[in-house]
């Protein structure tokens, strides 16, 4: 598919910077074979060392890959995971990073939702996502609510607010594609409230029901809702505690994403907040699990320090955000 490879030859030129003779490493799954091949044929394109290594599908995002294959991840300059399962939160993937690897993660991708999404003003959107990670950074207290019924808190005090800009050119650099989100995560213990996932959720897809969670310490302790809240007490009880962290805050910021029922994009689009469960160990957080979950949440106000930067689910510039 022509346009496949335009935008996966747009993502390794201007979004990693393969320079020819660069080990160019893609690993991928059955699933995603077809974007697997049409990123390795670019990579070729460019006059990299180009290699393609298929994996066996995991069973969940956030599953560690074969060791063989983190082995090779590490042996890389640039990686690029189109997976049906994520490796983001990975510990194959933070020893890649430790290594210098340039790495984008582009699992449970569709060609569509790349042609679609990733063909955007980089610049313009890394601008965006740096200014609204710095504010995060800066922020200590979060108030977050939707028309469905979230109300919750938490305290983002001491972490780092992390821009998913799409240019991942320095050694050791990291994100997704399709990128376009400012996230920070949570401090482990300080949750509490009503999380409502009434947009998509990792794993499943877009929810005709939304998904009740009652958080208490930091934790999701009671799940409910329709058929994809009691697939996901399935998943949590499989996985135990560390499954039940908030562990991610993230706001949407790319301009092009549409929420189609796969979270990779649906937490990209401008106006959505997502909250994610398990890991985040990959963003400065304590908790390492074997599982990282994203829930889509729609028409979200967001308030940090008492400052409205997002309300109903429309972007307020930090600088012109307003005290409540």
């Not at 504010?135 to 028309?147: A, D, I, K, M, Q």
């Not at 957080?285 to 990282?292: D, F, I, L, Q, Y």
Request: proline share 6%; net charge negative; charged share 25%.
């Amino acid at each position: 598919m022509q346009e496949l490879f335009k935008v996966a030859h747009l993502a390794l030129n201007t979004c990693l910077a393969v320079k020819p003779g660069e080990e160019v490493l893609i690993v991928t799954d059955e699933p995603l074979e077809e974007i697997g091949k049409t990123f390795y044929q670019a990579a070729k394109e460019l006059k990299a060392q180009a290699q393609l290594i298929y994996m066996l599908p995991r069973a969940n995002h956030g599953e560690e890959p074969p060791q063989a294959v983190a082995q090779a991840m590490q042996a890389a300059q640039v990686v690029v995971i189109p997976t049906s399962k994520s490796l983001s939160h990975t510990r194959a993937r933070r020893e890649a990073c430790k290594k210098g690897a340039r790495i984008a993660s582009i699992p449970d991708s569709t060609p569509e939702m790349l042609i679609r999404a990733l063909d955007v003003d980089y610049v313009a959107m890394a601008r965006e996502c740096e200014q609204y990670a710095r504010f995060l950074s800066e922020g200590c207290r979060v108030y977050l609510s939707t028309p469905a019924g979230t109300e919750l808190t938490f305290s983002i005090d001491g972490r780092q607010g992390y821009p998913d800009t799409g240019l991942y050119t320095a050694p050791g650099s990291f994100g997704n594609l399709p990128a376009g989100e400012a996230s920070i995560a949570p401090v482990e213990g300080t949750a509490e409230g009503i999380l409502v996932i009434d947009g998509a959720l990792a794993g499943w897809g877009l929810l005709e029901d939304p998904v009740r969670l009652e958080v208490r310490g930091g934790e999701v302790v009671k799940v409910s809702g329709g058929d994809a809240a009691a697939w996901l007490e399935e998943i949590l009880k499989r996985y135990g505690r560390p499954a039940r962290n908030i562990a991610e805050l993230g706001i949407g910021l790319n301009p092009k994403a549409q929420v189609t029922g796969k979270v990779l994009e649906d937490e990209k689009v401008r106006g959505t907040v997502h909250i994610a469960l398990g890991d985040n160990m990959s963003m400065g957080g304590k908790v390492e699990a074997p599982s990282h979950l994203d829930g889509v949440l729609l028409k979200p106000t967001l308030e940090i320090d008492g400052v409205v930067i997002l309300e109903e689910g429309r972007l307020i510039a930090p600088g012109k955000a307003s005290q409540v």
